[in-house]
């Protein structure tokens, strides 16, 4: 029964590789987002999509490309992996904003990405 | 611009020592506030939020507008408080949530 889960969990690859990390929730919620973690614990929002349409882009290189095929899926596919890509990546997702629940923010449990 | 400071990226107490976590925030409006944690190797998840105004796990977190702050408070830390704390104040964008750069809390025995 877990609410947000991504997969795979770990995973090595060489560079200039292409990967993709898959999301799904079954909390029902509007709003789904990739973050990214890297080596320091910072933590940036990269893609933000509400029911199926892209609303935040940040400064993320265009070899990032999220794809919601629908509102409880929210994939990350990288293209040319580079080793400065090497980070943990979070899947997310929140009720619409404005509901009672002050828009919490519900996590999975992040994919170890290692780029050699 | 929005934007949050958590100006300790390390913060070490012994155990039963109290411990205040510190958010600062810049904001246009009214935020939300919320605090989320990271136990090792663990996802981030929610510790509490200022509307709600409770106590988690000995946790509370006052927001004083006065000084836009929203400082995490526990007053006897314990050995298994040590993680990673995020302070996210949310502004009226539906979707977005700023992340502050963290605090990582150790409690030492």
């Known amino acids: 029964d877990t609410a947000v889960s991504q997969t795979p969990k770990y995973l090595v690859t060489q560079m200039g590789n292409d990967k993709s990390i898959k999301c799904e929730q079954n909390?029902?919620?509007?709003?789904m987002y990739w973050y990214k973690q890297d080596s320091k614990k910072f933590l940036k929002i990269m893609f933000s999509?509400?029911?199926?349409?892209?609303?935040i882009n940040e400064t993320v290189p265009n070899r990032f490309s999220p794809k919601s095929p629908d509102k409880a899926h929210l994939n990350l596919h990288i293209n040319s992996l580079e080793l400065g890509d090497s980070a943990v990546y979070f899947c997310?997702?929140?009720?619409?904003?404005?509901?009672?629940?002050?828009?919490?923010?519900?996590f999975g449990e992040g994919s170890w990405l290692t780029v050699v | 611009a929005q934007r949050v400071t958590q100006p300790e990226k390390l913060l070490s107490v012994f155990k039963g020592a109290p411990v205040e976590l510190k958010c600062n925030y810049s904001y246009s409006g009214s935020p939300e506030l919320f605090w989320y944690v990271q136990y090792s190797r663990q996802r981030l998840q929610l510790l509490l939020r200022?509307?709600s105004r409770e106590s988690i796990k000995g946790f509370t977190a006052d927001l004083n507008k006065g000084e836009t702050s929203f400082h995490l408070k526990k007053p006897f830390a314990q050995e298994e408080d040590s993680a990673m704390y995020y302070c996210a104040p949310e502004g009226t964008n539906a979707g977005k949530s700023t992340f502050g750069d963290g605090t990582t809390l150790t409690v030492k025995p």
């Open positions: 200022h509307i």
């Open positions: 999509y509400n029911n199926k349409e892209l609303i």
């Open positions: 997310a997702s929140s009720p619409r904003g404005g509901t009672p629940s002050g828009n919490t923010i519900y």
């Open positions: 909390l029902g919620h509007d709003t």
